[in-house]
Every structure is written in structure tokens, then in C-alpha cells.
């Protein structure tokens, strides 16, 4: 069987780079949001092949060390969802104010509210253990922001004493 867009595999390796290539890149989201389309397509009409599996997030991909780095994370999970942000809206009901879709992946910060994240993160389908994983991020990452904010625990009051010396 010859394909019009050539080898199916030559296809697929080609835009899955260009898929991890934009998440590397800020500004990309759409053109990563297409070649993610085209690589399911590819899996499920051309090779006849059941892309969810392939396509989800391993739970050795969850891990994030600052704020920005899990904010990526949220934004790597609904990609590879397949979900667009008013999906997600329509499919949280009332748990997920569409405002709050948007500014879980678009602040930049850490999201304030945990069932926010939960519930984000399990519409896009991970599984309960990965759903438990993410929120051990957003905890421990919470847990240093609040610590940066608050400053060491032995910050006391001090005092200056001025010396004023005669002429």
C-alpha cells in the first residue's frame, strides 16, 4: 500500500518531534495543538492503532521543581488530552469556572486551589495515581512559595542603636 503523504512511521517520527519540539517553545501552542492532531490520526487511521496509550503522560514525566515548570506540566497534560480548554469547561460542569481553565495554564503561577488542579487534571484523563502525583507537586511547590512569602521562622524584630558622638 503506498500513502499519498508517504511512509506512515517517516510521518509520525517526524511530527511527533515537531510535537516535543513546540512544548519546548513558547508561542507554539497551535501548530503543537495540529501535529498532536495529525500524530492520532496517523495512529488510528493509518496504522491502525489505538493512540491513548501511546499518547498519555508517564508518571515519570510529572515532576516540576518551580511554578513555571508546573504550569508547563498542566499545559503538557491537556495537549496530549486532546482536549481544547472549553472542552475541559464543558466537561467539568460547575467544578471548573472557564475563567479558571484558562488561568490554570496562562498566569504563569502556581494555582491557588487544589480541587481546581484535580479536577483539570483528571478530565484530561490521567489516572488516579498520576492525578495523586500531580498533587504532591502543587503541595510541595505550594509548601515553598509559602515559605519564600512568609521568610525564615527566626526573623525577629532588632533594634539600631545610634551612637551620636560629640564634636
Request: glycine fraction near 6%; charge should be positive.
Amino acid at each position: 500500500m503506498t500513502c499519498p503523504d508517504g511512509d506512515p512511521l517517516d510521518r509520525l517520527n517526524r511530527l511527533w518531534s515537531q510535537v516535543l519540539h513546540g512544548l519546548s517553545r513558547p508561542g507554539r501552542r497551535a501548530e503543537v495543538i495540529a501535529a498532536y492532531h495529525e500524530v492520532k490520526a496517523v495512529l488510528e487511521s493509518e496504522l491502525g492503532i489505538d493512540p491513548r496509550p501511546l499518547l498519555a503522560t508517564s508518571t515519570a514525566e510529572l515532576r516540576a521543581a518551580t511554578e513555571a515548570e508546573f504550569v508547563e506540566l498542566l499545559r503538557t497534560i491537556q495537549i496530549r488530552s486532546g482536549l481544547t480548554l472549553p472542552e475541559v469547561h464543558r466537561r467539568a460542569g460547575g467544578l471548573l469556572p472557564r475563567s479558571q481553565v484558562y488561568s490554570l495554564l496562562k498566569r504563569g503561577k502556581l494555582p491557588t486551589k487544589p480541587e481546581q488542579v484535580r479536577t483539570f487534571v483528571t478530565i484530561c484523563g490521567l489516572p488516579e495515581p498520576q492525578v495523586a502525583r500531580v498533587m504532591e507537586l502543587w503541595a510541595t511547590l505550594r509548601d515553598q512559595v509559602e515559605v519564600a512569602v512568609s521568610g525564615p521562622e527566626d526573623d525577629r524584630p532588632f533594634a539600631i542603636l545610634i551612637v551620636r558622638r560629640s564634636a
